[in-house]
């Protein structure tokens, strides 16, 4: 079984509709962050939780909110889409306790926003 | 702030031929220093990771990297290319272990 999981895996929306993306992890860490890639630039940083209290903002987090309901899920909204938001997401967790130093990724969840 | 900047937004090479992907940071501390592999439709798995101590870090899949802190680069590098490395590499930088910092990835043609 995957250690980050990620639903869902792929979706198309419209503008103006909430959605939310959500992510799990079996990996026991406690810091979870979530990036989007987009082609020519990368995985950029949108929000960070170093534990269930500590919720940060990342290099774009405009348009962008996050809840961590516990340890374990950390889940990303988009209040109202936009057609920019249209990329590939990213979940990732570190373990603190060794530093925090690695990320382990999920497998991506693929949005659409027409 | 740190940075990272991969030299070749695509690079192309025959199978068994050397593979050499660029990659230069900047960091106003000591770095610690990640290269990842995207395979298609997947997320991102670590190839390997500087932290501290031997500069020449050796990875899964027969690649290797060297952090050369006098040129600021950690560049991968892999002897013979096999066509299943076909894949985008992203380097990565990160100050005291915490945030990442990518670069805008490298895709990697193997041509038989």
């Known amino acids: 079984d995957a250690d980050v999981t990620q639903t869902p895996r792929n979706r198309i929306t419209k503008t103006g509709k909430r959605i939310m993306l959500e992510c799990s992890q079996t990996?026991?860490?406690?810091?979870m962050y979530w990036y989007r890639q987009d082609p020519g630039l990368g995985l950029r940083l949108i929000y960070y939780?170093?534990?269930?209290?500590?919720?940060n903002k990342g290099e774009i987090s405009d348009g962008y909110s996050v809840s961590r309901q516990a340890q374990a899920k950390f889940s990303l909204s988009l209040e109202s889409a936009i057609p920019n938001q249209t990329a590939l997401y990213f979940c990732?967790?570190?373990?603190?306790?060794?530093?925090?130093?690695?990320?382990?990724f999920g497998p991506g969840t693929r949005l659409l926003v027409l | 702030a740190q940075s990272v900047t991969q030299l070749g937004s695509h690079v192309s090479v025959s199978e068994g031929a050397l593979v050499l992907l660029r990659c230069n940071y900047s960091?106003?501390?000591?770095?610690?220093l990640f290269w990842y592999v995207q395979y298609p439709n997947q997320g991102l798995q670590l190839l390997l990771k500087?932290?501290?101590?031997?500069?020449l870090v050796k990875g899964i899949n027969g690649f290797e990297a060297e952090f050369k802190k006098s040129e600021t680069s950690f560049h991968l590098t892999k002897p013979s290319a096999h066509m299943s490395d076909a894949a985008e590499y992203f380097c990565?930088?990160?100050?005291?272990?915490?945030?990442?910092?990518f670069g805008a990835g490298t895709i990697l043609r193997v041509k038989s």
């Open positions: 990732a967790t570190s373990d603190s306790t060794s530093g925090g130093k690695t990320q382990y």
């Open positions: 990996k026991g860490h406690d810091r």
């Open positions: 939780s170093f534990d269930v209290k500590d919720i």
């Open positions: 960091s106003s501390v000591p770095p610690y």
């Open positions: 500087y932290t501290t101590g031997a500069t």
């Open positions: 990565a930088v990160s100050e005291y272990g915490n945030k990442l910092v």
